[in-house]
T-cell receptor
């Protein structure tokens, strides 16, 4: 019973392609997040949605577009992939935007060639 | 500028030994501070979460301290086990929304 799941786990694609990463949580949480972890293992928040509404949007290129069809899902679509997009992307969820606890998914390793 | 620094960058200890990881932050206004453990190839898992009024919090062999005046936190691991080998990430939440992540400390526990 995975709490926060992501698909795919690995994604290898060429520059210029468009790809999506899906995230689902079965915890009944209202808030979901996308993080990027670069090669130096630094985690940075990208987006946060609360009840399907965007509440955090860090400085992220417009090529990245999150979509939340419902509270349990937050997908990340990336257009015109660049080499610098190669990283591990983590989805996370919390009960609310001010909740202390966050639960992370297993990550999606994106490699752009 | 809101920043979180961690030291050491990496640490190697023998199984059974204790160790302490450090976290210094300049995030303001402060909401809470978290320590996460991240095993290789997996997502972070929360170890402790501390608010302004909490000085110490324990979770099994993990004990976190917080000094809000000096803006420092430490994570002490007692009687280390091989499974403690991981990256330990300090995260400070700014009052409101933002999370500021530290670069992590890579701990290796050797038999």
């Amino acid at each position: 019973d995975t709490a926060v799941s992501q698909t795919p786990k690995y994604l290898v694609t060429q520059m210029g392609n468009d790809k999506s990463i899906k995230c689902e949580q079965n915890l009944g949480h209202d808030t979901m997040y996308w993080y990027k972890q670069d090669s130096k293992k630094f985690l940075k928040i990208m987006f946060s949605y609360n009840n399907k509404e965007l509440i955090i949007n860090e400085t992220v290129p417009n090529r990245f577009s999150p979509k939340s069809p419902d509270k349990a899902h937050l997908n990340l679509h990336i257009n015109s992939l660049e080499l610098g997009d190669s990283a591990v992307y983590f989805c996370a969820s919390s009960q609310g935007p001010n909740s202390y606890e966050q639960y992370f998914g297993p990550g999606t390793r994106l490699t752009v060639t | 500028k809101n920043q979180v620094e961690q030291s050491p960058q990496s640490l190697i200890i023998l199984e059974g030994k204790n160790c302490t990881l450090q976290c210094n932050y300049t995030v303001s206004p402060f909401s809470n501070l978290r320590w996460y453990k991240q095993d290789t190839g997996r997502g972070p898992v929360s170890l402790t979460i501390m608010t302004f009024s909490e000085n110490t919090k324990s979770n099994g062999r993990y004990t976190a301290t917080l000094d809000a005046d000096t803006k420092q936190s430490s994570l002490h691991i007692t009687a280390s086990q091989l499974s403690d080998s991981a990256s330990y990430i300090c995260v400070v939440r700014q009052y409101g929304q933002n999370f500021v992540f530290g670069p992590g400390t890579r701990l290796s526990v050797l038999p």
